[in-house]
């Protein structure tokens, strides 16, 4: 457990803006000393606690009073960190369009509401919304209690003149339910006080499917042509709007339509920022029921495929029907110049804020191309750099960098982006016979989920190209990572003689090398 005293001492410190280097300069003492001092791993003698006392300008008492409790730390932090970290969401979400799909089932059993709340959120951070609506299950529900059973060609629900009607009765009632939970105004609710204006209207030309495996589909339609200078002119006057599974034909037919397909088609059409799904898991599973938190196109056509083929409902990653026509639906969309489709769990109370607003996210995305990728550093990219690498630094993991340094010498560095967010770096240093692998560091946020491997890899591979075969990392606490990367723990007489002349010895750190 921390002492009074060293939790003071790096308050203090950081207070007044100093760095470890910098403060240690100041005292005359060893960094990674002074590090340790802050770790309460070594003790502190009563001189170098004045002359701590005299350059931090306060008295040596003050070291041993209470600082702020950890609880009262709790208390605060998260919700200010998580409020800051949003932020970057917020300003690149601005005035930008999110079509957001739901299925019947949200309806029928009550977790709209909270969904509600999220939208309109989002709508009061200045995002165009719309939002369109299933009603398959409230139709499933209105044909078994007729005792009669939906006839399916190709999982599509084959739609006749009396079914029509019951659709466009069904569809009015879960319209109305909609709209009037997106206009609840209550004093305790998250809407109160907002100015929300609802819109919806018939923005799909739609057309028979015609026959199909000689079934004649009659009023099960797909959509012809979308309105959508009608539905963009309705979001610039800050309208939400509502779109419900039906289409009509310049006739005046009306046609019964898939509520997933009809949100791709309207994302495809308004080119939507986003297109949202709220699906009945996590998102999509693997085999053992792990979320998958990212798949490319090519990754999800294969997936389909797998899925479709599969002689076996068992080695076919399990996801519902509904679910897995979300999933052709938003491929379509992908294909169709959506950047980003989201799949996110219905059951999960604000989903979609997290999905949206933060950087692990909460179901699985959907894009063109990886969302990460590495590359060579850039000189605009060394305040990211150094941000990563400052905490590491003041616990002592890294020795210190400043800002210059790391620009003088940003040829040396690469970095591993997710969805254009820089997360990790690492620096290659060639030597005569070897290379070492420094400054090697992934955001917290990331760690645990192969980024680190990815980066790693990704430095063996550029060694490899030097014709290097020999590699080497100098580390005080992640020793355990490495040694199951294939690093083996070596004498440091083995260092290259111009890494020896640099080399800090009372950091102690640990000389691990490994043969490519």
Partial sequence: MLSNVSINIKNLRKKQKLTLSMLSKKIGLAASSLSRIERGELNIHANLLQKLAEVLNTSPQSFFSDPLSRNEQDSINPFVKNFRLSA??????????????????????????????DINLLHSLNINIVLVHGISPQIEQKIKKENRKSKLVRNLIVTNKKELDQIMEINGKVKTEIEAILSSRHADSPMSGSDITLSSGNFITAKPIGVIDGVDMEFTGQIRKVNDKAITDKLSNREIVIISPLGFSPIGEVFNLSY?????????????????YYVGANGILNLEGKLIPELTSRKAEKLIEHIENSSSPDKAPHISYTDFNILKSSLFAIKNKIEKVHLINRHVDGSIIQEIYTDKGAGTVLTKYPLEDIRKARISDTSNIVSLIEPLIEQGVLIQRMAKHIHDDINSFYVIEHDHNIIGTAALYEYKQMTEIACFVIHPNYQRLGYGEKLLQFCEKKIKEMNIKSIFVLTTQSEHWFVEKGFNLSNKKLMPHDRKKIHDIERNSKFFTKTL
């Fill in 88 to 117: 970057k969401f917020i300003n690149q979400f601005t005035k930008k369009t999110f079509v957001i799909a739901i299925g019947g089932e949200v309806v029928q059993e009550n977790q709209f509401q909270s969904i509600a709340y």
């Fill in 260 to 276: 997933e397909q009809t949100a791709a088609f309207i994302a495809q059409s308004i080119k939507a920022t986003k297109l949202i």
